[in-house]
């Protein structure tokens, strides 16, 4: 047996013993519930929140191929992506897809640098396959996802990030579950690109990984997917076109919503429609590698999230009664983090001494644990990498937890903190 | 990746148990120890409180 092999099989081992210990240990605690009922319930809900995660990821397939090959439009809206977007665009002319079925669609959202010079470099090499749009200013990623519909006629309309690459077999696979006339949309795979630039690139390699395997694969098995990520997604025209009016225009607190375009197009479609997560189409993304703009996306994305969340809200209680409870504790169990931990952790130590946040860091740790474990068993070689997802984790707990708060009292903002402040403004 | 690395990258995964085994002993007992505070704690509310100067001058 390889040295690869025995540390898969100590991972899977160790992950289904930890999971064990887990649920044994909560067990212990349950007539302590009764004394602390809030944060007992709480922390029953967290624990069996993220171990069903687990659990139901193991109910999900990939649909069959069913020899799908509908017209396809793929859109790739850019602003400001001199460095990616040629790549981006490359990956897509490599696709393994007829190319009389394709139309590849790239709008450049009035980019201030090279990033127009580079599409159209690319679309002169690509015998007319590269149509390019070009928005001489920066009107927002919502208006630049928006004309690329519009100029297509394709059935099935495709996403993709200006700083994604697609690998050439996951469009087709992307589009399989569309045989189901009931499915509307279908979230595509992504890993990190740029794994290797920075600790913080392999902490979210680590997140990506579980995000996508593990919690959109469960959603995928009540067919509610809740974000078809703009990595690459899959959309059926019909599916978008009843609301895109809407979409576009779409306020909140009477501020125009200018991000959180791929969250809040997936509640349009979500609505009356499947969403289900293809996890052999795979897509690879540069994430922020710095811990500013690694702060500003993740704030940008909680403000989205809270916005959305309203929404989402409204509608799930009619999709499946599982998908509707779980996506009802992913909105609620966020909002009381923060709390848990400070009782936890300051309040434990002043009426309990270290017994409290002993327990709760514990808890933080066999979670951190089973996120990198799952990494380790269901990655292809063996690396380091899933050190940074403990370390993650805990980047969490200190610093992401307590953003939550802060996007909700901004969440009326419109800035993206990466494009002009006019951008959307139409 | 020297050799030495190596090793350490693959022997880092079993090591990761350390933290549990080092703080096994105080969390086998942690729930006990919640729970016999949280009890004292409910009984120490439960219990009847002496009468104040107040309600024995009332008292007939």
């Not at chain 1, 690879?284 to 403000?303: E, G, L, N």
């Not at chain 1, 309203?310 to 992913?330: C, D, E, N, Q």
């Not at chain 2, 080092?22 to 120490?44: D, S």
Request: net charge positive.
């Amino acid at each position: 047996m390889s040295v690869n092999r025995a540390l898969k099989l100590l991972a899977g081992v160790y992950l289904v013993v930890l999971i064990v210990a887990v649920m044994a240990y909560k067990v212990a605690f349950i007539g302590l519930m009764f004394s602390n009922v809030f944060f007992g319930v709480y922390s029953v809900c967290v624990a069996s929140y993220i171990l069903s995660r687990f659990l139901f990821s193991l109910f999900y397939r990939s649909k069959p191929d069913a020899g799908l090959e509908p017209p396809i439009a793929i859109v790739m809206p850019s602003f400001n992506e001199q460095d990616a977007i040629g790549d981006s665009l490359r990956s897509l002319l490599a696709l393994e897809y007829p190319p009389e079925k394709l139309e590849l669609i790239a709008v450049n959202d009035g980019s201030t640098d090279d990033t127009l010079i580079e599409m159209q470099r690319v679309a002169a090499q690509s015998d007319g396959r590269v149509r390019v749009i070009d928005f001489p200013e920066n009107r927002g990623k919502r208006a630049a996802m928006a004309a690329g519909i519009r100029a297509s006629v394709a059935e099935v309309i495709v996403f993709v990030d200006s700083d994604s690459v697609v690998e050439p077999d996951a469009l087709r696979k992307l589009v399989q579950p569309l045989a189901d006339p009931r499915v509307g949309a279908v979230c595509g795979h992504a890993n990190v690109l740029n794994l290797r630039e920075s600790w913080l690139t392999r902490m979210q390699a680590v997140r990506y990984f579980v995000a996508f395997r593990v919690v959109k694969a469960a959603e995928s098995v009540f067919n509610a997917v809740t974000c078809c990520s703009g990595c690459f997604s899959a959309y059926r025209r019909e599916a978008i076109l009843p609301r895109m009016e809407w979409w576009e225009n779409q306020r909140f607190l009477g501020v125009e919503s200018t991000f959180g375009d791929d969250r809040s197009l997936t509640n349009c479609v979500l609505r009356d429609w499947r969403i289900v997560y293809e996890k052999r189409a795979v897509s690879h993304t540069i994430v922020p590698a710095k811990f500013r703009a690694f702060v500003t996306q993740q704030t940008r994305w909680k403000r989205s999230w809270t916005r959305e969340s309203l929404l989402v809200a409204r509608f799930i209680w009619r999709k499946h009664p599982v998908a509707a409870l779980f996506t009802y504790l992913s909105i609620v169990l966020p909002l009381i983090a923060p709390v848990a931990a400070i009782h936890a952790i300051v309040w434990g130590p002043l009426a309990h001494g270290g017994t409290l946040p002993l327990v709760y860091l514990a808890g933080i740790y066999s979670l951190a644990m089973v996120y990198s474990l799952y990494y380790v068993l269901f990655q292809d070689e063996y690396s380091l990498v899933w050190v940074y997802g403990v370390l993650f984790v805990f980047f969490y707990l200190g610093i992401m937890l307590w953003q939550t708060y802060y996007a909700i009292a901004t969440c009326r903002t419109a800035a993206w903190g990466t494009r002009p402040a006019t951008a959307g403004a139409r | 990746m020297s050799l030495l690395e190596r090793v350490l990258a693959k022997a880092l995964l079993p090591a990761s148990i350390l933290p549990v085994v080092l703080f096994g002993p105080a969390l086998l007992r942690a729930p006990e120890k919640l729970w016999r505070e949280a009890r004292a704690e409910v009984q120490r509310l439960q219990a009847p409180r002496p009468a104040s100067r107040d309600q024995e001058r009332r008292t007939p």
